[in-house]
């Protein structure tokens, strides 16, 4: 039955037995309890919609504390790259602890009860951290490829990474603040309003069906079609660089003239080979400095493809609702609810994704430094001195 169904005095019932009887049912207080009894009280698979909540909430607040703790306390993992993952991580936790609770309690109670200045707030944060997200994830991008596919161009350092971040925010705040002025709250039962928040909702209001259009469709573009679609072009080339048949910043004549150390110290009892032991040093750096950007670059490829997957439903979904106008007559009420809070359960579901893939394809973050002094060097060669000049390909990144 729906609730527009339901005797009451909204309905326009006679409200005269309120005056032949000495105690009168309060009409407005059992149409409340029908509303939580029969429609807002959580159904069976709205059950595992919460478990699922809670469990999402727990792993993305703990795991991404626990990468950003990571790096503050080791000074060794300060790089480049890590900071923009720590900046990702601040992200991750802002949408996770401000957001995801009020998501919930709307997708449950289909209300808002959070009031109208959070009206503003949760919908503009959320904003907010999908913009920092997409940028961080641009730049990280942007730095690997620079270091890895033009190293000569531009050399990324920690001040610059710094600089970056605290530019990430300030457009982000700057540019969703359109988010937070079109959001407004409002009752759908008017009757009921001073009685209890239920069935208010929170949602854009706009002079002209013209302008959510044009405001979605840029939205769509800039925070999502467009940065994937540079990353993906960005990724493809350090792919081909990294696993091309060619080791960039490797000279030729290293390779060709490297020996094993066994060979080594055959060559030295037999009077041959002038400096083994440098290029076998030079050369063993210089390998396991590329298997350190292999490592980082198949991380960051896997972050960028499941945070592609993760917003592809909402992202899609907001279009065809804001831009096309699908989905206000809908027949099957239950099933474009059931997709619209799978796909928001996603977006928070990416947030606790990202430090468990931190934690299995590198390590991290003790592996994502990719600093050529920091790599370990084989015993037989660690007190050689002097240490040879390495080649251009040990430069930091």
């Known amino acids: 039955m729906e609730p527009s169904a339901t005797p009451g005095p909204q309905m326009g019932v006679p409200t005269e037995g309120r005056e032949r009887s000495s105690e009168p049912p309060d009409y407005e207080d059992e149409f409340l309890r029908y509303l ?11 059950w595992v919609l919460i478990a699922a909540y809670v469990a999402v909430f727990f792993v993305a607040l703990v795991g991404n504390t626990l ?4 790096v503050w306390r080791n000074h060794h993992m300060r790089t480049v790259t890590n ?5 990702l991580s601040l992200a991750d936790v802002l949408v996770t602890a401000i957001c995801l609770p009020a998501s919930l309690l709307v997708d449950i109670t ?7 200045a959070l009206c503003k707030v949760i919908p503009y ?3 907010v951290s999908v913009s920092v997200a997409v940028l961080t994830l641009s730049f990280i991008a942007l730095d690997r490829w620079y270091a890895i596919c033009h190293p000569l161009l531009f050399k990324s350092t920690a001040r610059r990474a710094r600089g970056s971040i605290l530019g990430i925010w300030a457009v982000s705040l700057a540019v969703m603040v359109p988010q937070a002025a079109v959001m407004e709250c409002s009752s759908v039962l008017p009757e009921l309003a001073n009685r ?4 208010s909702v929170c949602d854009e ?7 959510p259009k044009i405001y979605h469709s840029c939205f769509f573009i800039v925070t999502y079609l467009a940065p994937l679609s540079l990353m993906a072009m960005a990724y493809f080339q350090i792919f081909r660089k990294l696993w091309g048949r060619q080791i960039p910043g490797t000279t030729s004549a290293l390779v060709r003239n490297w020996k094993r150390p066994s060979v080594q110290l055959e060559d030295q009892g037999r009077g041959l080979g002038a400096e083994p032991q440098p290029r076998a040093r030079a050369f063993l750096a210089e390998v396991k400095q590329m298997r350190a950007r292999r490592k980082t670059a198949k991380m960051l490829m896997v972050v960028l493809l499941v945070f592609a997957l993760c917003y592809l439903p909402i992202s899609v979904l907001n279009v065809l609702k804001r831009v096309f106008g699908m989905f206000r007559q ?16 996603l977006v928070y579901a990416n947030s606790a994704a990202n430090p468990i893939i931190y934690n299995f394809l590198s390590g991290l973050p003790s592996q994502l430094s990719h600093s050529p002094h920091l790599l370990p060097l084989p015993p037989g060669l660690r007190a050689e001195r002097p240490h040879p000049r390495p080649p251009p390909g040990l430069s930091r990144v």
């Not at 900071?83 to 900046?87: D, G, P, R």
């Not at 209001?205 to 302008?211: F, N, T």
């Not at 809908?330 to 809070?341: G, K, N, Q």
């Open 205 to 211: 209001r706009w002079a002209d069906d013209l302008y």
């Open 125 to 127: 944060l959320q904003a």
């Open 36 to 46: 939580w009894r029969d429609y807002l009280y959580p159904k069976q698979y709205e």
């Open 196 to 199: 209890t928040r239920l069935f």
């Open 83 to 87: 900071y923009f993952i720590v900046n």
């Open 330 to 345: 809908a027949s099957d009420r239950e099933a474009v609810y059931a997709c619209f809070t799978f796909s928001h359960w």
């Open 110 to 116: 289909e209300s808002w009860l959070f009031g109208r």
């Open 67 to 70: 990468v950003c703790l990571a």
